[in-house]
Every structure is written in structure tokens, then in C-alpha cells.
């Protein structure tokens, strides 16, 4: 790999794979608590504004099904943003 002057980034500044082998369960762990808390958190609301009322079932599927798109929506934003300022000042995202 040919590095270029200035190059702040480059493959020798990575971590071993055996030195962070514990980061992806605890971050596994974290995402699906984080998604319990917003499900549980957001349900009394999406339970007032679901429609089908006279159904419970069905009222209380719509709202847990907007809780999980509710959790996707707050994932996928922030990782967006933060994937973005990570990679802002590195050669592998273009000016």
C-alpha cells in the first residue's frame, strides 16, 4: 500500500483482532438493550396514535412493529453521522 504524504491513516496503526475480540458482543449487547428501551419506551405513545383501536392485537402489533422502525430510524441516523465523522478526514472518503 502506498502511502501518501501527510497520511495520518494508515494499516499499521490497527488494533489485533485478539486485543478487541470483546467489542462486537458488548456492542451486540448494547444495541439490543437500547432497542428493548426504545420499544418499551415509545409503545404507550404508538398505542394512542395506532389505528385499528377497537382491536387490541392488532393495535398493540402496530405499535411494537413502529417501535422497531422507531429504533431503525434513531440506528441508522446516527450511525450515518457518525461513520461519516470518522471517516471525514481520512483518504477513503472523497472531497
Not at 475480540?21 to 451486540?28: C, D, K, M, N, R
Not at 449487547?29 to 392485537?57: N, T
Request: glycine letters at 6%; proline letters at 5%.
Amino acid at each position: 500500500m502506498r502511502e501518501m504524504a501527510g497520511d495520518k491513516h494508515n494499516q499499521l496503526d490497527l488494533p489485533e483482532f485478539c486485543q478487541i475480540w470483546y467489542v462486537p458482543l458488548i456492542s451486540a449487547f448494547a444495541l439490543y438493550v437500547f432497542k428493548r428501551q426504545i420499544q418499551h419506551i415509545s409503545l404507550p405513545i404508538f398505542l394512542l396514535i395506532s389505528k385499528d383501536q377497537g382491536d387490541m392485537e392488532k393495535c398493540q402489533a402496530r405499535a411494537e412493529r413502529a417501535g422497531a422502525a422507531l429504533y431503525k430510524t434513531i440506528f441508522y441516523t446516527v450511525s450515518g453521522v457518525v461513520g461519516y465523522i470518522i471517516l471525514k478526514d481520512t483518504p477513503l472518503l472523497p472531497a
